[in-house]
């Protein structure tokens, strides 16, 4: 049942435009219009989407028109309005955190009814089908194997307050409680190390420069077009819009720690957008495999963490140094962060309350040395499913690197081969070869077989990926 599979390198050459396509072209239009950009057609896409309702749903894409639509089918979970302001001074800094703690709070009971009737709606539709409730989140079925990686997924909770006291004094605001705010305050608005300007390249010398590295190992192809919207404090992510052909990358305006770790993440998703096969059925190529996605922009993400790599990009040995040392500090971190979120999902089971689930949230945040507001940790489990998708995609991969290594030895990302074998591996689409396990077999050159019974057209809801991924 298995076959070798020679690696194939996709062409460089700029796409053809693409042939126009009704489905196509409103797919494009609502992604463009929820990024609050206008969509090309002259007629608005909601309207054209009810026009076209049967065709979608032949397609198996009524359910993620539908979560683009915003439409009830997909009540949206509940989120904090305001942004968190990055105040200057400390008194600032203070106030406007207890004003997010506290809208925090006031959507406690929100959050609680959200979370409980997707527990319900999961219990109730698959009725011994034993799908974790968090499966609802994606707007198509998932990979059944990535379901099972992601279910079993698990981490002790680590005493982070080490960390987070380390990274309280160079903000200003000390003790553990404002941990969070601290590490806001790193992410998005001011540098640990070095200052913005000075030991870090201006944001865009550091996209032109990691671009031409990603077109280095033909990863972006120049057919592909995208869009950047720059805005301040946002987090960064990545949008497909017109597959393979265009996408569109939200980014901040602030060049911090981070932003060198997190354009290189978003320039994975991008990849893996513009080497979608054009020929590929159109669900398909919407498709995303949680786990495969977060879990290859974590293996690129992870090669900025190298000083040579660094230095490629213009950043002198010092500042490379400090950040190499930072980005393994906010992986810790993040883990941390998440396996509470994980012990916490699994806590709320045996909960009929909210003021039930703030005690397990409590009681899951002193874990951690944090002492986090439960509010906010109850508010991230709105978006528990891409928690565990980073969790898992760390171990997956860990497996995926080792498996480079293991073929092209320690330095496999100068070696021409890996680069064709993972653009080969990622290319690939369908319920399984487009699954986290398809991409580890196209590494071992195999094909994995595809079910016999025709499943469902699945795929991930929108491939957004934030910078504040753990946030
Ligand atoms: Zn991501």
Redesign the pocket.
């Known amino acids: 049942m298995t076959a070798v599979h020679p690696p194939s390198v996709p062409s460089l050459a700029p796409d053809p435009d693409p042939v126009p396509d009704p489905i196509e072209d409103l797919l494009a239009d609502l992604q463009l219009e929820r990024a609050g950009l206008p969509g090309r057609g002259p007629v608005p896409a909601a309207r054209r989407a009810r026009q076209v309702a049967g065709e979608l749903a032949g397609l198996g894409l009524s359910r993620f028109v539908a979560e683009l639509l915003g439409e009830p089918a997909s009540v949206p979970a509940p989120a904090p309005g305001a942004v968190l302001d990055l105040e200057a001074d400390e008194d600032g800094r203070r106030i406007s955190y207890e004003t997010w703690c506290a809208e925090a709070r006031e959507l406690t009971g929100e959050v609680w009814r959200w979370l409980s009737e997707r527990r319900r709606a999961a219990g109730a539709s698959h009725d011994g089908d034993e799908l974790p409730w968090w499966c609802g989140e994606s707007a198509f079925p998932l990979p059944t194997d990535s379901v099972r990686r992601l279910a079993e997924v698990t981490a002790p909770v680590p005493d982070l307050s080490e960390t987070a006291e380390a990274w309280a004094r160079p903000t200003g605001l000390r003790g553990r409680a404002t941990a969070e705010y601290n590490w806001r305050w790193l992410l998005l608005g001011k540098g640990l190390y070095g200052r913005p300007g000075g030991t870090l390249p201006p944001l865009n010398e550091l996209i032109t420069r990691l671009v031409g590295e990603a077109r280095r190992h033909g990863l972006l192809p120049p057919g592909h077009r995208v869009r950047v919207l720059r805005r301040p404090n946002t987090p960064s992510?990545?949008m497909p819009v017109r597959l393979p052909g265009s996408s569109l990358l939200s980014l901040p305006t602030a060049v911090t720690p981070v932003t060198v770790q997190y354009l290189q993440?978003?320039l994975?998703?991008l990849a893996e957008h513009a080497l979608r096969p054009a020929g590929a059925p159109l669900a398909e190529r919407w498709a995303f495999d949680p786990l495969r996605?977060?879990g290859w922009?974590?293996l690129l993400e992870q090669l900025a963490g190298s000083t040579a790599f660094l230095a490629r990009l213009g950043i002198d040995a010092e500042a490379a140094a400090a950040l190499a040392r930072f980005f393994a500090e906010e992986e810790r971190f993040s883990r941390g962060l998440m396996a509470a979120d994980l012990a916490l999902d699994t806590d709320l089971a045996g909960c009929r309350t909210s003021a039930e689930a703030l005690e397990a949230a409590s009681a899951v945040a002193s874990r951690t040395g944090l002492r986090w507001a439960p509010e906010l940790l109850l508010l991230r489990q709105t978006r528990v499913l891409h928690w565990r998708?980073?969790l898992a995609g760390y171990a997956w991969r860990d497996t995926v690197r080792t498996e480079l290594v293991a073929r092209f030895g320690v330095d496999w990302a100068e070696r021409a081969e890996a680069w064709a074998l993972l653009r080969d591996a990622l290319a690939r689409t369908g319920p399984v070869a487009g699954s986290a396990a398809g991409f580890l077999a196209a590494l071992a050159g195999l094909d994995l077989p595809e079910p016999r019974e025709p499943r469902e057209p699945y795929a991930s809801r929108s491939h957004e990926?934030?910078e504040t991924?753990s946030r």
Do not use: I, N
Request: charge should be negative.
């Open positions: 992510m990545v993440h978003e994975a998703h996605s977060e922009a974590l998708s980073y990926h934030e991924r």
